[in-house]
């Protein structure tokens, strides 16, 4: 077993009965092919929340000093974690992105930049459009619906599959592409908020 799925497993067994997962939509998850995995940030917790529940292996960019904490830069890039300079155009981070999502992986992406306050939906940045129409994937909307509440069931929603090249072909921006890419993600939001 390698250091990801032994670190999936235990994740999974400590926040499961914390956090009671309904996984909803991951039998719709493509098998194969690069796709550009786009979520809604709410908490600290949705990188490994999202990355524990979804079908495939997901490779998340985290922030630097992140590799810099002794215990952490051991372990990250076993989990499929690399590093991306914040504030700036990190353009390995972006080259790495890229690769991962041409060479058929999955990567993860949060394209609010930063965790919403108030558990609403913010605005996304242009990068996820970016990534989808340059990385040949498609993109797959999710949507963590909290709040995070200790045995409160907490909802990861993963929504059909954006087809991308329509976009591509026809040349559109990055920010339209956030915007499509926003728009299905607060569809999901509003379809299985907890009532």
Do not use: W
């Not at 998850?29 to 809604?40: A, H, M, R, V």
């Not at 524990?52 to 002794?70: D, G, S, T, Y």
């Not at 041409?102 to 990567?107: I, N, Q, R």
């Amino acid at each position: 077993m390698n250091l990801y799925s032994f670190a999936k497993t235990v994740v999974y067994g400590i926040l499961k009965p914390i956090y009671r997962f309904e996984v909803i939509g991951a039998d719709k998850f493509p098998k194969e092919g690069g796709i550009l995995l786009c979520s809604n940030h709410i908490d600290n917790l949705d990188p490994p929340v999202v990355g524990i529940n979804a079908p495939r292996p997901v490779n998340f960019m985290a922030k630097e000093e992140l590799f810099n904490l002794p215990l952490l830069k051991s372990i990250l890039p076993g989990v499929r974690a690399f590093p991306v300079k914040r504030g700036m155009s990190d353009r390995d981070a972006l080259r790495r992105a890229i690769k991962l999502l041409k060479d058929g992986e999955v990567v993860g992406l949060f394209p609010e930049g930063t965790r919403s306050k108030d558990g609403q939906l913010g605005k996304g940045f242009s990068g996820a459009g970016f990534f989808a129409l340059r990385g040949e994937a498609n993109v797959v909307p999710c949507a963590i619906v909290g709040p995070y509440k200790p045995f409160r069931r907490l909802k990861v929603v993963y929504g059909d599959a954006i087809d991308m090249q329509p976009y591509r072909e026809r040349k559109a921006s990055a920010e339209e592409v956030t915007e499509v890419i926003m728009a299905h993600i607060a569809e999901l939001l509003e379809q299985y908020k907890t009532k």
